[in-house]
């Protein structure tokens, strides 16, 4: 069999899972987008309106940057003080970053993405952020790493 990946990690000749090539394509767009090439899937979404002012003020320019989703959930989402918020497929982390704000120091925000590199960059957009209510985690949607009905609202895009 004849594997036409380009990512070094599935140069063999074992089938490549849909999903490690979805991870694989996502580890290479944030290592782009970081390093200056590169926009997200939907063009620049600071430009296409999908956040306003006020909340890219609030936020690490590279988690704008490495943003690859073509919406913004927390623009929808009825977010309180004191719920807990999980974004599923988190990326760079910057609807974690604005839903923690949201729900304040008394509520709190989680990230779920399979991606290292993805992730790597969401620690450093929080550790940036100088937020404390946000946790980051690795894992994947079909098996979240957290109890059941812990979380008082789910998003994504």
């Known amino acids: 069999m004849t594997n036409t990946c380009c990512s070094p990690s599935c140069c063999s000749d074992e089938p490549v899972s849909i999903k490690e090539t979805v991870r694989s394509k996502y580890a290479a767009a944030v290592t782009e987008a970081v390093n200056g090439g590169g926009k997200s899937c939907?063009?620049?979404?600071?430009?296409?309106?999908?956040?306003?002012?006020?909340?890219?003020?609030?936020?690490?320019?590279?988690?704008?940057?490495?943003?690859?989703?073509?919406?913004?959930?927390?623009?929808?989402?009825?977010?309180?003080?004191?719920?807990?918020?999980?974004?599923?497929?988190?990326?760079g982390g910057?609807?974690?970053?604005?839903?923690?704000?949201?729900?304040?120091?008394?509520?709190?925000?989680?990230?779920?993405d399979m991606t290292e590199e993805m992730l790597a960059l969401a620690h450093e957009n929080k550790r940036k952020s100088g937020l404390e209510n946000v946790t980051f985690l690795k894992g994947e949607i079909e098996s979240i790493p957290l109890p059941d009905h812990s979380v008082d609202v789910i998003i994504s895009n």
Request: negative net charge.
């Open 42 to 91: 939907c063009g620049d979404p600071v430009s296409s309106g999908l956040y306003d002012d006020a909340q890219i003020a609030t936020i690490p320019p590279e988690a704008i940057i490495a943003s690859f989703g073509c919406g913004n959930p927390t623009a929808l989402a009825e977010l309180k003080p004191g719920e807990i918020v999980l974004d599923l497929g988190s990326g």
């Open 94 to 112: 910057i609807d974690v970053l604005l839903s923690a704000r949201r729900v304040g120091p008394t509520g709190f925000a989680f990230g779920l």
